[in-house]
């Protein structure tokens, strides 16, 4: 009786879980992000979660970074807290690297697009490094060639990869550009 008693508790423990629905399994930080995602670009809970974890969790895993999210209703006077049509830009540093997040969402679409600038201050022997990397692989084309600096894209998609060195210093920046379906829920 004991052990039937457990499992129907455990069960309806189970159950409850799922209820409370998946944004309660983050952070609390975390779950301001995904709020305000919700709010900004004007998604159901689901789609943010989704939004979230395919875009800004990778950046967030660890506990040390900070962040700052701008959306339609940001600026004072602006026309646009009135579109239908929703973005939001996030500012967001961690441990080692800048990352700006930029998301349209156009009213009567069932994406989000989203377009990711990701720069990583690194000296420059890990940027000649990285240079030499992307010079050997196939799947990058060369599309910018400088004294201090090239800039890579990958061939059939929107990704570019830049590369600075001198003196030292040296910076590599990822960009990507790309959508990411709803479920309209």
């Known amino acids: 009786m004991k052990k039937i008693l457990a499992f129907v508790i455990f069960g309806l423990m189970h159950a409850s879980s799922f209820a409370l629905g998946e944004i309660h399994s983050f952070s609390e930080n975390e779950q301001k992000a995904i709020q305000q995602f919700a709010a900004a670009l004007s998604l159901g809970e689901e789609d943010a979660v989704t939004v979230y ?3 800004l969790q990778p950046h967030m895993k660890s506990g040390t970074w900070v962040y700052k999210f701008f959306d339609n209703e940001t600026l004072d006077k602006s026309q646009l807290s009135e579109s239908t049509h929703k973005f939001a830009y996030v500012a967001l540093v961690n441990e080692d690297r800048f990352v700006n997040y930029s998301f349209l969402k156009v009213q009567g679409t069932s994406q989000v697009l989203v377009y990711v600038v990701e720069s990583l201050p690194r000296t420059s022997q890990v940027a000649s490094k990285r240079d030499k990397e992307l010079r050997a ?15 890579f894209k990958e061939k059939g998609k929107a990704n570019l990869v830049s590369v600075y060195a001198s003196g030292g210093l040296g910076g590599i920046q990822y960009a990507d550009h790309y959508l990411i379906d709803l479920k309209g829920r």
């Not at 692989?137 to 800039?151: A, E, Y």
């Open 53 to 55: 974890k395919s875009v």
């Open 137 to 151: 692989d196939k799947k990058f084309d060369t599309v910018g060639d400088q004294k201090n600096f090239s800039m």
